[in-house]
């Protein structure tokens, strides 16, 4: 083959080369690093709470009425996440965020919040201290993420204790939907029953099963998928450390 002529070589170049991938401007990073760093403080309030009412109680038993109020503000906070999204500043699907997302404020508002009866149970413990400390791990590592100061060790943990963090939280979820049942059906709570003006019904109770169906099929695709991206992430470094 002929070689190219001279200055063209690089032009040609410029014209294939993959352009290259743009962050959020200077006003969204200040932006999204003011919101992780709100929410990291936000959780580590939640963290501190639950520690303090321990240690004043000398029992986890009812530990969610210490952290009630803060767990609401917080987690209903992460709606912004779905906006951010949508309107591009962070690269991140809708549809996945805004599940992830919505299923937390339904389990927070729709089931905790609407069914007091379990809120005394030891498993909306179990999710609210798995949500703790994932969330202050995440937003800690989208915060150094966007100041381009990222620790190893954060980094490490927001690709390893999910290993725990998930199956704990996904358990204390589902156990926590199964606990108000009974008092879902018993009350008729959120229930449309014909007939109606409207001539449209709605059985709560059923939703919440089919909530707690749903869970089969989508928990082991996001349990994967963080699987995968810690080989990502982390594969080169751990088969880099066995080298060494």
Excluded at 112 to 123: A, G
Excluded at 226 to 241: A, F, T
Aim: aromatic share 16%; with cysteine; charged share 15%.
């Amino acid at each position: 083959m002929s070689a190219a002529a001279p200055g063209t070589s690089k032009a040609a170049h410029s014209d294939v080369a993959p352009k290259k991938k743009k962050g959020p401007g200077a006003l969204a990073t200040a932006y999204l690093v003011i919101y992780n760093v709100v929410m990291t403080a936000g959780w580590l309030v939640i963290a501190v709470g639950l520690v303090r009412a321990y240690l004043a109680r000398g029992s986890y038993h009812g530990l969610y009425y210490s952290i009630e109020k803060p767990l609401k503000f917080f987690q209903t906070g992460a709606l912004l996440e779905i906006l951010h999204c949508a309107v591009g500043i962070v690269p991140s699907s809708v549809v996945l965020t805004g599940f992830q997302v919505m299923s937390r404020v339904f389990l927070t508002w729709a089931v905790t919040h609407s069914v007091r009866e379990v809120q005394s149970e030891d498993s909306v413990l179990l999710f609210v201290t798995a949500w703790t400390v994932t969330e202050i791990i995440r937003y800690s590592f989208y915060t150094f993420s966007l100041l381009n100061h990222l620790p190893y060790l954060i980094k490490w943990a927001r690709y390893t204790f999910f290993f725990v963090l998930y199956p704990m939280g996904v358990t204390g979820e589902l156990l926590t939907i199964y606990a108000a049942l009974p008092y879902v059906q018993k009350t008729g709570l959120y229930s449309v029953t014909l007939p109606n003006k409207y001539n449209f019904s709605f059985d709560y109770h059923s939703f919440l099963i089919l909530v707690m169906i749903s869970y089969i099929p989508l928990f082991p695709q996001l349990y994967f998928h963080m699987i995968r991206q810690r080989k990502k992430v982390l594969g080169h470094v751990e088969e880099y450390n066995k080298v060494e």
